[in-house]
T-cell receptor, first 113, second 114 residues
Framework: DVKVTQSSRYLVKRTGEKVFLECVQD?????MFWYRQDPGLGLRLIYFSYDVKMKEKGDIPEGYSVSREKKERFSLILESASTNQTSMYLC????????????FGPGTRLTVT | AQSVTQLDSHVSVSEGTPVLLRCNYSSSYSPSLFWYVQHPNKGLQLLLK??????LVKGINGFEAEFKKSETSFHLTKPSAHMSDAAEYFC????????????FGAGTRLAVHP
């Protein structure tokens, strides 16, 4: 079974703090993704990575950065957290190829106060 | 450009009655399409996928979807709803040549009443 794990299920941070969200997958997938999920908006892609040290901006990259130093690990960084970044964050991984589905982690619910 | 529209934000059915969750897509080529389900406080789970083989796709838990190119639709159905089907459902299209990006619909929340 593919497993995608995220470092925290719930996180509370203060405005201005630097926040790290970690994601690890165990299936040697080339591609990894970070989404945020907000009610009524579905999932919106923040960043993705198609290889180690490679990254591409998604639809809403502002205020975020990412790091992929190892194939199995993909980190999302909020340089200076703001209240509008309060959301559910979902990580996913996928094998290269249009027919392959993404496998999701359980999500991290981040609250910025 | 590819896009996905889920036509209903909320659907409510009685237990034992059929479920229909509607999805239209826009794509300039033959797409790969998926349905995912998210139960409360859980991650997303794949229900089924269409990848240009049979147009009627069967998934887990008795769900199925039919790809209709002429209608650009990929509606999700189940003959008889169960209480455990209450969840949010996402219709998803794969982007061609875009590093395997997926485009998600806004989601349909399914409520099942006794």
């Amino acid at each position: 079974d593919v497993k995608v794990t995220q470092s925290s299920r719930y996180l509370v941070k203060r405005t201005g703090e630097k926040v790290f969200l970690e994601c690890v997958q165990d299936m040697d997938h080339e591609n990894m993704f970070w989404y945020r999920q907000d009610p009524g908006l579905g999932l919106r892609l923040i960043y993705f990575s198609y290889d180690v040290k490679m990254k591409e901006k998604g639809d809403i990259p502002e205020g975020y950065s990412v790091s992929r130093e190892k194939k199995e690990r993909f980190s999302l960084i909020l340089e200076s957290a703001s209240t509008n970044q309060t959301s559910m964050y979902l990580c996913a991984s996928r094998r290269t190829g249009g027919e392959y589905e993404q496998y999701f982690g359980p999500g991290t619910r981040l609250t910025v106060t | 450009a590819q896009s996905v529209t889920q036509l209903d934000s909320h659907v409510s059915v009685s237990e034992g009655t059929p479920v229909l969750l509607r999805c239209n897509y826009s794509s300039s080529y033959s797409p790969s399409l998926f349905w995912y389900v998210q139960h409360p406080n859980k991650g997303l789970q794949l229900l089924l996928k269409y990848t240009s083989a049979a147009t009627l796709v069967k998934g887990i838990n008795g769900f199925e979807a039919e790809f209709k190119k002429s209608e650009t639709s990929f509606h999700l159905t189940k003959p008889s709803a169960h209480m455990s089907d209450a969840a949010e459902y996402f219709c998803v299209v794969s982007v061609a040549g875009g590093y395997n990006k997926l485009i998600f619909g806004a989601g349909t929340r399914l409520a099942v009443h006794p």
